[in-house]
């Protein structure tokens, strides 16, 4: 099964860029990688997704790179609404879905 | 249109008994997962339903736990003779069929004492 790793924590200041990244060993050819944002006490929410190469929505950025074994989340101009847990998900193999660690980013005035 | 909807969305119960989890999925989305967080951690996967078939249950953490999906819409999630350490927050996504992205619903939180 592939792994997901991504860094536990990050601060940040408002306006700053911020980028998060994702390793994932063994993503399965087809398969798409996608970031999801979690507050305290609610469901993750969608942000982007992307196979390769860059994607970029009105929220945020994905880069991956051609080996498609990490992939970085780019979040523009970050607010304190930001604040959240992050995790990215790949499917691994069939039939199982593999969440990062997640990285909980803490945006400061 | 309404998003995944979950319940209960609290369930405190008592060591040893059953626990039924209920999802109700986005209507058309034709795949359903359940997940489970524990406190502080992150997403377990657990089981896939594509229509009303799991192809996989090696997710499942032990034999106490069985999933069931009827008419490609509801999902149940049981959980026999319950144990504290299962105590967590069990969630549920939908996706539609053709699309990667699944949508979340506020998950159960499970405290078993």
């Known amino acids: 099964l592939a792994k997901t790793t991504q860094p536990i924590s990050m601060d940040s200041y408002e306006g700053q860029e911020v980028n998060i990244t994702c390793s994932h060993n063994?993503?399965?050819?087809?398969?798409?990688i996608t970031w999801y944002q979690q507050f305290p006490s609610q469901g993750p929410r969608f942000i982007i997704q992307g196979y390769k190469t860059k994607v970029t929505n009105e929220v945020a950025s994905l880069f991956i790179p051609a080996d498609r074994k990490s992939s970085t989340l780019s979040l523009p101009r970050v607010s304190l609404s930001d604040t959240a847990v992050y995790y990215c998900l790949v499917a691994s193999g069939t039939y199982k879905y593999i969440f990062g660690t997640g990285t909980r980013l803490k945006v400061l005035a | 249109g309404a998003g995944v909807s979950q319940s209960p969305s609290n369930k405190v119960t008592e060591k040893g008994k059953d626990v039924e989890l209920r999802c109700d999925p986005i209507s058309g989305h034709t795949a359903l997962y359940w997940y489970r967080q524990s406190l502080g951690q992150g997403l377990e996967f657990l089981i896939y339903f594509q229509g009303n078939s799991a192809p996989d249950k090696s997710g499942l953490p032990s034999d106490r736990f069985s999933a069931e999906r009827t008419g490609g819409s509801v999902s149940t999630l049981t959980i026999q003779r319950t144990q504290q350490e299962d105590s967590a927050v069990y969630l549920c996504a939908s996706r539609y069929m053709g699309q990667e992205t699944q949508y979340f619903g506020p998950g159960t939180r499970l405290l078993v004492l």
């Open positions: 063994n993503i399965a050819t087809n398969d798409y």
